[in-house]
C-alpha cells in the first residue's frame, strides 16, 4: 500500500474491480502502464495461479478500503 518500485497496490487494483479478466490478463502479461514506474517483470504464472493472485488483491483492497 506504499510507493516503492511501483504505485501502490490500493491506488490500481480498484481500476479492476469488476473486471478480474483483464487484471489475470495482466498478471499473466505484465505491460508498461505509467512512464514513472519500469514495467512489471513477467513472473510466469499459469493461468489458475494468476487468478489466485488476482483474487487475492481484489479481496485484499476491496477488504481495505472498506468496500
Known sequence: ?????GPP???????????????????RNPVKVNPDYPPMPNP???P???????DYLLSKVKSDLGK
Open 1 to 5: 500500500d506504499k510507493k516503492l518500485v
Open 48 to 54: 489458475d495461479e494468476a487468478k489466485a493472485v488476482a
Open 9 to 27: 497496490h490500493d491506488e490500481v487494483i480498484p481500476k479492476y474491480f469488476g473486471k478480474e479478466n483483464q487484471l489475470i490478463a495482466f498478471i
Open 44 to 46: 510466469g504464472l499459469k
